[in-house]
């Protein structure tokens, strides 16, 4: 089992910055990838960003040149550093890890840290 803890999230006003943490525990299999996703009210899911473990990184249209995600595998631990964030940034943000065990796609997930974005 891999346990996933987010923090950071917080009420922010637009144009202001956050600073998002995922500190991953337990039998963390080699070769992940970490990444944020996030879900606002009777919205679906979405990807906001992964990172590989060799550094690879995605991340959707809406937040790229605001959006940067990074890693420490030291730590293995995954970190989101939102700029200029919008209103429409509003959501619970979830820290996923996902990777092949055994040919199997196993994925684990956080319990999300709600981010608010208002004046």
């Known amino acids: 089992q891999v346990q996933l803890v987010e923090s950071g999230g917080a009420l922010v006003q637009p144009g202001g910055s956050l600073r998002l943490s995922c500190a991953a525990s337990g039998s963390i299999f080699p070769g992940n990838t970490m990444g944020w996703y996030r879900q606002a009210p009777g919205k679906q899911r979405e990807l906001v960003a992964t990172i590989s473990r060799g550094g690879s990184t995605n991340s959707a249209d809406s937040v790229k040149g605001r959006f940067t995600i990074s890693r420490d595998n030291a730590l293995n631990t995954v970190y989101l550093q939102m700029n200029s964030l919008k209103p429409e940034d509003t959501s619970i943000y979830y820290c996923?890890?996902?990777?092949?065990?055994?040919?199997?796609?196993?994925?684990?997930w956080g319990q999300g840290t709600q981010v608010t974005v208002s004046s």
């Open positions: 996923n890890l996902r990777g092949l065990v055994a040919g199997n796609l196993i994925s684990y």
